[in-house]
């Protein structure tokens, strides 16, 4: 079967469905139907949403599937949600996942963009301060 076209290819207006039809007892309903919102969003947004609950919206597993940033696969699914009618919160506002900064500087180190010594201190600066240790020396 061939994927449903959304979008006209004259003008690229929308497309609008005007029958329905069952293949197990050939009845057709004519008529003007809307599409779900999930129908609505362009083809790469429905390959990101199919990835993500393939995943189970776990973003390290998205990440690592698609090859993308943890920042990537935020934008991505902001842009789903936005196309989808719902209010996002600005990007500078999204709780950072836990370890993704963490995750950061050791790819940072492996890459060799910084020394182990620049890594020890970036990390020990994520601390919360209750784990943060006191030197006493």
Not at 12 to 29: F, H, K, M, R, T
Not at 77 to 103: K, W
Request: charged letters at 30%.
């Amino acid at each position: 079967m061939k994927p449903m076209l959304l979008k006209c290819p004259s003008c690229q207006g929308d497309l609008q469905v005007a029958e329905l039809n069952c293949p197990a007892c050939a009845i057709s309903i004519k008529g003007e139907f809307s599409l779900p919102p999930l129908l609505r969003l362009a083809p790469a947004q429905l390959d990101f949403v199919e990835v993500f609950l393939k995943n189970r919206g776990v973003i390290r597993d998205v990440e690592r599937e698609l090859g993308i940033s943890y920042p990537t696969v935020r934008a991505r699914l902001d842009e789903v949600v936005a196309a989808l009618g719902y209010q996002t919160r600005p990007s500078e506002q999204h709780p950072e996942e836990p370890g993704s900064e963490r995750r950061r500087i050791l790819e940072e180190l492996k890459a060799g963009k910084i020394t182990a010594e620049q890594a020890r201190d970036s990390l020990a600066a994520l601390r919360k301060p209750s784990e943060k240790t006191e030197d006493t020396r």
